[in-house]
Each structure stands twice: as C-alpha cells, then as structure tokens.
C-alpha cells in the first residue's frame, strides 16, 4: 500500500498560528505536531489552506502567497491561486 501523506510544514510563530488554525478546521483529516521551532502537518491526500478561513482568523485581507513568509518545507504538487493553497497527490 503506498504512502499518500502530503505534508507542510510552518515556522512555529505568531504569523503562522492562525494558518495553522485554518488548516485545522478546514482539513479534518490533518494531524499536527508541534515542535519547538516548526509545526508540522500532515494529512491523506490534500492539505488546504483556505484564504477565506484565514481572513476569519486574522480580521484582514489575506492572500494566499503570504503563507510562503513562514513556510519550511511540503511534501506533495502543489495548485495555488487567490482562495487556497492546496497540497495533494496527483497520482
């Protein structure tokens, strides 16, 4: 059975909290490791980041590209444009 885990992980920061938050609600599958300098998240398939979500959090405009600022590394092909970025397997 092969692995199909996609995976992104955040700079564990005031700026990614509410990133992290949104990927909680909107990904139910997605389980989160926090560590003293990262936060880890992986999910069977796909990760979505919302914009709509995030701008819930945060009060503001939120564009999707801002994610990148505290992003470390993802596992996965990625599809981004102005409402989410999505992490999935393509197979």
Request: proline share 4%; aromatic share 4%.
């Amino acid at each position: 059975m092969a692995n199909n885990n996609v995976f992104i992980a955040l700079q564990n920061n005031e700026e990614a909290r509410p990133i992290i938050e949104a990927i909680e609600q909107d990904n139910a599958e997605a389980r989160v490791e926090y560590a003293p300098a990262m936060v880890k998240i992986d999910a069977p398939g796909r990760i979505a980041v919302r914009r709509e979500t995030v701008e819930d959090l945060i009060g503001r405009d939120w564009d999707p590209q801002e994610l990148h600022v505290n992003l470390i590394s993802l596992s996965g092909n990625i599809d981004e444009d102005d409402d989410a970025f999505v992490i999935h397997r393509g197979d």
